[in-house]
């Protein structure tokens, strides 16, 4: 899913393209992408785009004289810039946005189709589709902390929270806890006031120089490769592969259609920790340690 580095760098092609540009037409290939019936989309059509800005991790299109276009992207959805015609023939296409200066194509694949688009009357009803995560890149150390503690979870879930932090998914945060060397597990309520600092000072780090990167791969293209599985990481996506600060083999964690990437040495003090499915299967035979994680898998363990 692209998360805050993705969509900032997103709105950030768009302005260059969109802004102050006129909507002509807006085709739709599914109809189930569109959540709202008012304002039709019919209302948006020769309205000129006044601004762009991120939601959490929804991008919103906001015309001159009210109507307010939201997209979320989810996990699959990406975006496209054609200055040519434009055909939605291809089965992944849903939307195309044509402006009077190129089209906008929304794309998705897998079958699952998540991607959303809702309509707003005004820049005044964004709070209907914004989930109320504190911008993690605008807030205050303090705000940063009263909002982890708010609820008590793992750090991983509380990261990832749209509730209580804006736009950090299950890639960057990944990334995040092993720059703070902090297991995705912790409670967020036994963390201790040094360990939130850093943590404060990871999400920071982590996220602008994600973003910083971002751009300068970009250049003055579009954004065509947004993917949650980049070589320059350190350990989303990286199972099995050497942690780059320690050279011990990245672990994962499995959940319905999510994983937890984390290096046991730089983050869990050399715990491996339970993966749902295989420590249901090996149960007392589940390796404890790297020690043990070493001795049973041999090279594999190691990021050889």
Known sequence: ??????????????????????LVDIRLRSPFLLRTVEPSLDDCLGKTVARLRRV????????????????HLMI????????????????????????????????????KKRASLHVLRSADEIWRVDPGGLEPLACTPEEFFTRL??????????????????????????????HARLSPVTLTSRLSEEDARRLHESVVTMLTQWRDLLRRQTGDEFPENVTAFRPEMAVHGRFGKPCPVCGTAVQRIRYAENETNYCPRCQTGGKVLADRSLSRLLKDDWPKSIEELEERFGGAAKGD
């Open 76 to 111: 699959a959805g990406r975006l496209h810039w054609k200055t040519g015609h434009v055909s939605l023939a291809n089965k992944t296409s849903l939307a195309a946005f044509v402006f009077d200066s190129g089209s906008l194509v929304l794309t998705e694949a897998g079958s």
């Open 56 to 71: 959490g991790k929804r991008i919103a299109f906001e015309l001159d004289g009210g109507p307010v276009l939201v997209l």
């Open 1 to 22: 899913m692209p998360e805050l580095p993705d969509i900032d760098v997103y709105i950030e092609a768009l302005e260059k393209r969109v802004l102050g540009r006129r």
């Open 149 to 178: 503690r708010a609820e008590n979870h793992t750090l991983k879930r509380s990261l990832t929270d749209p509730r209580l932090f804006a736009g950090i998914g299950n890639a960057y945060s990944d990334e995040i806890l092993h």
